[in-house]
């Protein structure tokens, strides 16, 4: 993996795990914790067990045309997304309720026809000020009485 594509994906998945952490905030009421879509555990969000983990599987095959959409990436546990192979059934489960079938279906298209080749050092400054604007934006949020 090249060092643009590693820190590009560093960046989209630290900005996953804030982005995830703020919709639990009304559960958890704590922007350090995050809950696993797929077996509901509670973790730290910035730790190695907080996972971003892919739906449809960079493995699959295609051209990995949604390596970094986010409708494909969400929190999941350490062992869901390795021990469980990413704990299909329970993902596809989430997907259905959070976007619906239409999305999943395309999401498996757009994984075999798209590719980001010669675009991750741009990928990863646009995670890197997404997640800034929103760690900026919660700290806000949270300083308001």
């Given at each position: ?30 922007v350090s914790l995050v809950i696993c ?54 993902y596809r489960e989430y997907m259905l ?49």
């Amino acid at each position: 993996m090249s060092k643009n594509k590693k820190r590009a994906w560093r960046w989209c998945a630290k900005y996953i795990k804030l982005r995830d952490a703020v919709e639990d905030l009304p559960t958890t009421k704590d922007v350090s914790l995050v809950i696993c879509r797929t077996c509901e555990k509670w973790m730290k969000t910035n730790t190695k067990e907080a996972q971003a983990s892919h739906f449809v599987s960079r493995g699959l095959g295609g051209s990995s045309g949604i390596y970094y959409d986010e409708r494909n990436i969400h929190i999941t546990c350490y062992q869901c997304n390795c021990f469980r192979q990413g704990n299909a059934e329970a993902y596809r489960e989430y997907m259905l309720k959070k976007y619906g079938q239409e999305v999943i279906d395309e999401l498996k298209l757009k994984h075999r026809i798209n590719s980001y080749k010669g675009q991750h050092w741009a990928i990863g400054e646009m995670y890197k000020q997404m997640y800034k604007d929103l760690l900026k934006n919660v700290f806000v949020a949270l300083s308001k009485p």
